[in-house]
């Protein structure tokens, strides 16, 4: 199991994405964009996997992944932007910033639940 923070303005998509993490036995957390992502990163140091979108108000989901890089405990933490942008440009910001996963929405929970699974410090609780 693994503690683990979503980042996205869409209460739909963070429901969405917390059922099929719950499932699969991960504890999560929510934030509604980059400012309150920051501030449940910072009182939560045991997140291991960070999953955020990018277009959100009042900061983006890259600006605050490379703001979270900075802050003690982070700067190693995998992370899976999850989001509607496909532009190369963005995609290299994030490689940049430790990004470690790009998946587009609509999302495949199944997909995703796989690919978080791997990306769990430790490695995947099944073979």
């Known amino acids: 199991m693994a503690l683990i923070l979503i980042v996205d303005d869409s209460e739909?998509?963070?429901?969405?994405l917390?059922?099929?993490?719950?499932?699969?036995g991960h504890q999560v957390l929510h934030a509604v964009d980059g400012v309150d992502g920051l501030e449940v990163l910072a009182k939560n140091p045991a997140i291991q996997v960070i999953i955020c979108d990018v277009n959100m108000p009042r900061m983006n989901g890259l600006a605050m992944?490379?703001?979270?890089r900075m802050m003690a405990g982070f700067d190693k933490t995998p992370v899976v932007m999850l989001t509607t942008e496909a532009d190369p440009a963005l995609k290299a910001r994030g490689a940049a910033a430790g990004v470690r996963a790009w998946a587009t929405k609509p999302f495949d929970t199944k997909k995703l639940l796989v690919a978080i699974e791997r990306l769990i410090p430790g490695g995947p609780k099944t073979p």
Request: glycine share 6%; aromatic share 0%; charged share 40%.
């Open 65 to 68: 992944i490379e703001k979270a």
């Open 12 to 16: 739909t998509h963070r429901r969405e």
């Open 18 to 24: 917390e059922a099929g993490l719950s499932v699969a």
